[in-house]
């Protein structure tokens, strides 16, 4: 990471080549106007960016979101029902014992 901050100092502006170039690897047809409005917006970003590179995150555990997220979950728990036939009934379609689905695999 630091060389990639290192390579940022040397930097002192984005060319429109370098903007040109980035949009022909990302398919994107620009007009000048456009290739000079994202080579300041991503001189604004490389700006922010050596802001972030002052603050001290020694202590600052790694994470991949800003709020954790939980699954709640509940056990898997084999139940009999005593009337299968009414459970069966509720389905658009059905054979014998079992809910009857469209072929959805060509053989």
Known sequence: MKLIFDN???MK???S???KKVAQLAR???NESE???HAEQLEKILEYIK???KINTENVPCTTRAIEVVNVLRKDIKKNYENSEEILDLAPSRENKFFKVPKIINE
């Open 17 to 19: 080549d370098e903007v």
């Open 28 to 30: 994107l047809e620009l």
């Open 13 to 15: 502006r984005i060319s």
């Open 51 to 53: 802001q972030l590179e």
């Open 8 to 10: 940022l100092e040397r």
């Open 35 to 37: 290739i000079h409005q």
